[in-house]
């Protein structure tokens, strides 16, 4: 069975930095791209970044918003993507998702619960 | 960046209905278009991909149509579980966006 189980989320002052990690099981975690998702409270689903398999030399990409103060990475012996976040703003405030990229389908199709992550003074 | 435009973005719908909704790209993305639902409190759930093949284990009472800028979700007969937010995702370009959701409300 495929679990992505998200932690690391909390309350952070604007300005500060947070660390967020999705542990992988149930699937080859090295051969798949990695995505971040994100929801701000009763909003629509916004697009992070990605971090793709070693095979495609760990290829970052990331949204505008976000660009220059986050940063994905990956520990395949861990089965675990990372989603660091510098310079936090009040409007990074959201449930942040970790999913699986579906290469044959051009989709996400594996989702984590999500964590919260709360940047407020 | 590509944006989706999705409409209704509420729709008040009774069980045993037919509903489409109609999710337009900025520009084209080919058939790279993929659907969600998400209820209240839960992660998103991967309904149809590559525009219009049914993830495993989804009703067949879903189905999604189109390719170039304009797709389409339908649901053949409401049921129940179908009320929920729905939302189109392009991943033709190296950043993927949302279109901005459509609630399904019951009647």
């Known amino acids: 069975e495929v679990q992505l189980v998200e932690s690391g989320g909390g309350l952070v002052q604007p300005g500060g930095s947070l660390k967020l990690s999705c542990a992988a099981s149930?699937?080859?975690?090295?051969?798949?791209?990695m995505h971040w998702v994100r929801q701000a409270s009763g909003k629509g689903l916004e697009w992070v970044g990605r971090?793709?398999?070693?095979?495609?030399?760990?290829?970052?990409a990331y949204a505008a918003s976000v660009k220059g103060r986050f940063t994905i990475s990956r520990d395949d012996s861990k089965n675990t993507a990372y989603l660091q976040m510098n310079s936090l703003k009040t409007e990074d405030t959201a449930v942040y998702y970790c999913?699986?990229?579906?290469?044959?389908?051009?989709?996400?199709?594996?989702w984590g619960q999500g964590t919260l992550v709360t940047v407020s003074s | 960046d590509i944006q989706l435009t999705q409409s209704p973005s509420f729709l008040s719908a009774s069980v045993g209905d037919r509903v489409t909704i109609t999710c337009r790209a900025s520009q084209g993305i080919s058939s790279y278009l993929a659907w969600y639902q998400q209820k209240p409190g839960k992660a998103p759930k991967l309904l149809i991909y590559?525009?219009?093949t049914l993830q495993s284990g989804v009703p067949s009472r879903f189905s999604g149509s189109g390719s170039g800028t304009e797709f389409t979700l339908t649901i053949s007969s409401l049921q129940p579980e179908d009320f929920a937010t729905y939302y189109c995702?392009?991943?033709?370009?190296?950043?993927?966006?949302f279109g901005q959701g459509t609630r399904l409300e019951i009647k």
């Open positions: 590559a525009a219009s």
């Open positions: 999913t699986r990229y579906y290469s044959s389908g051009w989709s996400f199709d594996y």
């Open positions: 971090i793709r398999s070693k095979a495609n030399s760990y290829a970052t």
């Open positions: 149930g699937f080859t975690f090295s051969g798949s791209a």
């Open positions: 995702q392009q991943l033709n370009s190296y950043r993927i966006t």
